[in-house]
């Protein structure tokens, strides 16, 4: 497949051979972005731990201080009692009966799912459809819950999940090309804090075994893992 001559100038500005400090990727990813449009600025934490074993298939939240860049649709699945504070809160979509027949007919436009406890034995079934996306509720992540309010508020204002990956990776995106470095710099501590935290105690060896940062469409930047703030 051929590059491009803008992907080619971008790869030139990397020094493959680097391992760039937080800070400096952070100044540079926004340099060597390819694209036109306000690109998402990612982070890949390569871990030391077994998806397999149970204890070591690390997931959790975090609220990044500055948000996304990314306003993300929330729907809530509740019964009617709830559907008010969940639309106060900022939810896009609020009902039930119906998006589960929208959600089996192959509907998905949603970032984040959130529903009360009362509701799940109906939405056990879309685990199939849901699953895979990462948008099954789930207490862990905070969108299981009786406080619909309080679970909206938390995902318009910057909180994201992550999940480990089969390879032992955990993707997430941490702002957008347009945020000043220092914004991407404090996003991604917070994020790289929070897997920190999840260390299991039962992982051996090196936790965070290598960081790449990369906007989208763009050539990735190894970070220094030693330029964590722990």
């Given at each position: 497949?051929?590059?491009?001559?803008?992907?080619?100038?971008?790869?030139?500005?990397?020094?493959?051979?680097?391992?760039?400090?937080?800070?400096?990727a952070s100044a540079l990813v926004k340099e060597v972005?390819?694209?036109?449009?306000?690109?998402?600025?990612?982070?890949?934490?390569?871990?030391?731990?077994?998806?397999?074993?149970?204890?070591?298939?690390?997931?959790?939240?975090?609220?990044?201080?500055?948000?996304?860049?990314?306003?993300?649709?929330?729907?809530?699945?509740?019964?009617?009692?709830?559907?008010?504070?969940?639309?106060?809160?900022?939810?896009?979509?609020?009902?039930?009966?119906?998006?589960?027949?929208?959600?089996?007919?192959?509907?998905?436009?949603?970032?984040?799912?959130?529903?009360?406890?009362?509701?799940?034995?109906?939405?056990?079934?879309?685990?199939?459809?849901?699953?895979?996306?990462?948008?099954?509720?789930?207490?862990?992540?905070?969108?299981?819950?009786?406080?619909?309010?309080?679970?909206?508020?938390?995902?318009?204002?910057?909180?994201?999940?992550?999940?480990?990956?089969?390879?032992?990776?955990?993707?997430?995106?941490?702002?957008?090309?347009?945020?000043?470095?220092?914004?991407?710099?404090?996003?991604?501590?917070?994020?790289?804090?929070?897997?920190?935290?999840a260390k299991p105690s039962t992982a051996k060896g090196?936790?965070?075994?290598?960081?790449?940062?990369?906007?989208?469409?763009?050539?990735?930047?190894?970070?220094?893992?030693?330029?964590?703030?722990?």
């Amino acid at each position: 497949m051929a590059i491009s001559k803008k992907r080619k100038a971008s790869e030139a500005k990397i020094d493959k051979n680097k391992a760039y400090s937080l800070k400096e990727a952070s100044a540079l990813v926004k340099e060597v972005n390819t694209t036109k449009f306000d690109s998402s600025v990612d982070i890949h934490l390569r871990l030391g731990v077994d998806p397999k074993k149970a204890d070591q298939a690390i997931r959790g939240t975090v609220t990044l201080p500055h948000g996304t860049g990314k306003t993300k649709r929330v729907l809530v699945l509740c019964t009617p009692d709830k559907e008010e504070a969940a639309r106060a809160a900022g939810a896009d979509y609020v009902g039930l009966d119906e998006f589960v027949t929208k959600i089996e007919g192959g509907w998905v436009d949603v970032d984040v799912i959130v529903a009360t406890p009362a509701v799940m034995p109906k939405i056990g079934k879309l685990g199939k459809i849901l699953g895979p996306r990462n948008l099954m509720p789930n207490p862990k992540t905070g969108t299981v819950t009786n406080d619909v309010a309080a679970a909206v508020n938390e995902v318009k204002g910057g909180k994201i999940a992550f999940k480990v990956d089969k390879a032992g990776i955990i993707h997430a995106s941490v702002g957008r090309v347009s945020f000043a470095p220092e914004k991407i710099v404090e996003n991604s501590q917070e994020f790289i804090n929070a897997i920190i935290k999840a260390k299991p105690s039962t992982a051996k060896g090196t936790y965070l075994k290598s960081a790449y940062m990369a906007s989208t469409m763009s050539p990735g930047i190894a970070i220094d893992t030693k330029s964590f703030v722990n």
